[in-house]
Antibody, heavy 119, light 109 residues
Framework: EVQLVESGGGLVQPGGSLRLSCEASGFTFSNYWMHWVRQAPGKGLVWLTRINRDGDSTSSADSVKGRLTISRDNAKNTLYLQMNSLRVEDTAVYFC????????????WGQGTLVTVSS | DIQMTQSPSTLSASVGDRVTITCRASQSISTWLAWYQQKPGKAPKLLIYAASTLQNGVSSRFSGSGSGTEFTLTISSLQPDDFATYYCQQYNPYSPSSTFGQGTKVEIK
């Protein structure tokens, strides 16, 4: 069974940093492109960033470039999202998701982890 | 960046109704378009990709159409389990980013 399990969310002060993890199981992790998507409370989905199978190519939404960095460790079957200079508006549930290719939709999702940025 | 605009934002309908949701792209995305269903507190679920291809295991009452800049999701006969929020997403591989529409909430009339 395909599983994506996010962790690392929590309460952080404005200006702080946090690293989210997404542990994959039930499939060959290194065969998939991976993405992060977030959803602020009561709001819609926002695509954030993606990474290729090898981890040597990434792309991000302009709104988060320079503050959110995606990476992966295929040996550990784990995806990461390093979040720096956090703002109140970064408060959201963060989902990881997979797609077999760049030209693929997000076919499987994790359950999400909540990040709250507040003083 | 490519902008995606869904309409309506909210739709009130009854069980058995035929429902149509529209998604427009700010520039042509060919058929690089997916539709997702999301229920409160849950992760989104992929329904349709490549504008009109039904994801495995998804009910045939869902269908998608369109290409270029205008797309539709149709639910042929609304069922109680279909009351949810629906999102379109462009995943054009020639664009540096992907984007979602703002969502359409399907409510019970």
């Amino acid at each position: 069974e395909v599983q994506l399990v996010e962790s690392g969310g929590g309460l952080v002060q404005p200006g702080g940093s946090l690293r989210l993890s997404c542990e994959a199981s039930g499939f060959t992790f290194s065969n998939y492109w991976m993405h992060w998507v977030r959803q602020a409370p009561g709001k819609g989905l926002v695509w954030l960033t993606r990474i290729n199978r090898d981890g040597d190519s990434t792309s991000s939404a302009d709104s988060v470039k320079g503050r959110l960095t995606i990476s992966r460790d295929n040996a550990k079957n784990t995806l990461y999202l390093q979040m720096n200079s956090l703002r109140v508006e970064d408060t959201a549930v963060y989902f990881c998701a997979r797609g077999p290719e760049l030209r693929s939709p997000l076919e499987s999702w994790g359950q999400g982890t909540l990040v709250t940025v507040s003083s | 960046d490519i902008q995606m605009t869904q309409s309506p934002s909210t739709l009130s309908a009854s069980v058995g109704d035929r429902v149509t949701i529209t998604c427009r792209a700010s520039q042509s995305i060919s058929t690089w378009l997916a539709w997702y269903q999301q229920k409160p507190g849950k992760a989104p679920k992929l329904l349709i990709y490549a504008a009109s291809t039904l994801q495995n295991g998804v009910s045939s009452r869902f269908s998608g159409s369109g290409s270029g800049t205008e797309f539709t999701l149709t639910i042929s006969s609304l069922q109680p389990d279909d009351f949810a929020t629906y999102y379109c997403q462009q995943y054009n591989p020639y664009s540096p980013s992907s984007t979602f529409g703002q969502g359409t909430k399907v409510e019970i009339k």
